[in-house]
């Protein structure tokens, strides 16, 4: 029993052109191999990722060496497999070529996604934790993937975003160089108010405000007469890494003018339009009586 075993697990399979033979048993030490190889690597580069969390390194940094250090145990795997086979890399020059020929025209975005997304990991035109713009959709990116970048909007919506389109597409990236997000506020104040009181009023509101930066300072702006009101424009800056959070800091300042104005007594202007009926043209009004209209038999 144990001889046949024997014979069986050096049983030859392939001889190679080379005169090496390949053997049950190569067979099965290669397949252990790759399989155990994978799961070792999932497990180094999870144990990798956990190390550079705790460091000051950037998400997409890390993410990239990761990726670097898995695709670089996979090929240290398939390489001693194939020496494990007895099978020179030379043997595969021919076939690679033909190989790669038929994968360029079969899986041509495929490969032009998986490059796209080493460049975006490498050249960091977008990194992972940026908040971005792209087709009118925004979002902060989460995942570089292999064929795809993850992106996710304010209303907790996951996009798909193909690597190649965050190249050849404009690209808004809000936090590229820092957080500094410069905004706007707009109000309008009735004819008649107090114009440097209301610039001192809106400017007080802005600088009370703690998320608003005062390098560079706050600008309060006298813009135009409009049709129904003195028109106001508050410019800040202010650290954010999201639209969210811009939204809730314009909102909190638009709070705050309304609480100032209403306690100083200034109006914020609302449209408004005068009716003048000529006194000299006929006014006639007719009363229908309903029944009169209404259809026979109804």
């Known amino acids: 029993m144990w001889e046949r ?3 069986i697990w ?23 191999l790759l399989v155990i190889g994978l799961i070792a690597s999932r497990w180094i580069e999870r144990i990798v990722a956990g190390r550079l969390a705790k460091t000051h390194l950037q998400a997409d940094a890390a993410h990239a060496l990761q990726r670097i250090l898995f695709y670089s145990l996979v090929i240290v795997i398939v390489i001693t497999a194939l020496g494990l086979l007895h099978v020179p890399l030379t043997a595969f020059a021919f076939v690679s070529g033909a190989v790669a020929i038929g994968v360029g025209f079969g899986a041509q975005n495929i490969i032009n996604n998986f490059i796209s997304g080493w460049i975006l990991m490498t050249e ?32 907790g919506v996951h996009l798909l975003v193909p690597n190649s389109l965050m190249l050849e597409r404009t690209v808004v990236n809000w936090t590229l160089v820092d957080r500094a997000i410069r905004a706007i506020v707009r109000v309008g104040v009735a004819y008649g108010s107090p ?16 998320l608003v930066k005062q390098e560079p300072a706050p600008r309060v702006i006298f813009e135009d007469f409009g049709d129904n009101a003195l028109i106001f424009d508050a410019y800040f800056w202010c650290d954010v890494s999201s639209e969210r959070e811009l939204r809730k800091i314009r909102s909190d300042i638009r709070f ?24 000299e043209m006929p006014l006639r009004i007719e009363v229908v009586d309903a029944a009169e209209t209404r259809p026979e038999g109804s």
């Open 124 to 155: 960091r035109p977008v990194r992972i934790g940026d908040f971005v713009e792209i087709d009118e959709a925004q979002g902060m990116v989460e995942i570089i993937g292999n064929r795809s970048t993850r992106i996710r909007r304010a209303d």
């Open 195 to 210: 114009v440097r009181e209301v610039e001192k009023l809106i400017h007080r509101a802005v600088n009370e405000n703690s």
């Open 5 to 7: 075993a024997v014979s």
């Open 256 to 279: 705050r003018i309304a609480d100032l104005f209403s306690e100083n007594g200034i109006v914020i202007a609302f449209p408004q339009r005068d009716v003048h009926l000529d006194s």
């Open 10 to 32: 050096n049983y030859p399979l392939v001889t190679l052109t080379s005169g090496a033979v390949v053997a049950v048993s190569q067979i099965v030490l290669v397949g252990l």
